[in-house]
């Protein structure tokens, strides 16, 4: 029995990086899991993995700056697989970098329709269930992004601020109905992303070299640490997976 057994998660971004390797330790601990993204197939590659190692699993397509998307979405998997109990809101986009003065509108406010919009679009679509049932979780990815100005990133560094009220306002509004509202930041991962802000040669990040970033694996893992009763006393901010504290508590040292 996993730790997460009888439980039912929904990943947003769950494609690829940080989103697919999720999904596959949520698995792994027993829940199951609606892998949602844009790109279904992979989702769907990722869900029949799942199954063949004896998980339940179901591949949605979704882009989350759609609302209407989303909330078929998670309707289809509620009718599938039960209503989520899990929501993984890791859903994300930085590109284009730029400077504020030259940035283009359309492709800035696309970012805050996924990274902000979308979030909310998620957190609003589960959390009435939640409520009525006096439990779930969700798990907001966050960045360090959140609280510090870096160059390039008005539109990420502005979205992840965002998304750390609405942790907060969530936890505080809905903590005492007995949904769990956290948000996890995991520093550099080596995903797709990484290469995007490589490419760009735009303020420090840009410079580390590949071999400096974590695998998604690790995020993973504590995603999945903080879908437990282990985790009580972090609900209601944000936790940085660079934290050695966090890091031990999750198995990670």
């Not at 949520?26 to 769907?44: F, K, N, T, Y």
């Not at 992004?145 to 936890?171: D, P």
Request: charged content about 15%; some cysteine.
């Amino acid at each position: 029995m996993g730790s997460l057994t009888g439980q039912v998660a929904f990943v947003t971004g769950a494609s690829r990086g940080i989103g697919a390797a999720t999904a596959l330790e949520l698995a792994r601990e027993g829940a199951a899991v609606i892998l949602a993204a844009r790109d279904e197939a992979a989702c769907q590659t990722h869900a029949t993995a799942i199954k063949q190692a004896g998980g339940q699993a179901l591949a949605v397509a979704c882009d989350v700056a759609d609302r209407s998307a989303v909330e078929e979405s998670i309707a289809t998997a509620t009718q599938t697989l039960g209503a989520p109990t899990i929501l993984i809101n890791n859903a994300g986009g930085i590109d284009p970098v730029s400077h504020l003065s030259d940035a283009d509108p359309d492709a800035w406010t696309k970012v805050i329709d996924i990274n902000v919009n979308g979030v909310f679009y998620a957190m609003r679509a589960v959390m009435p269930a939640m409520i009525a049932a006096g439990s779930g979780t969700i798990v907001n990815i966050s960045s360090g992004a959140a609280t510090s100005a870096l160059e390039g990133w008005s539109h990420y560094c502005a979205s992840k601020a965002a998304v750390l009220q609405l942790t907060r306002i969530a936890h505080k509004e809905s903590g005492p109905k007995g949904v769990r509202v956290v948000g996890l930041s995991p520093g550099t991962v080596a995903t797709d992303m990484q290469r995007v802000i490589k490419a760009s040669g735009v303020n420090p990040v840009s410079q580390l070299n590949w071999d400096d970033h974590i695998p998604p694996e690790w995020p993973a893992k504590a995603i999945a640490y903080l879908c437990t009763p282990a985790a009580d006393d972090l609900m209601g901010d944000d936790v940085s997976l660079r934290s050695e504290d966090v890091r031990r508590r999750v198995g990670l040292i």
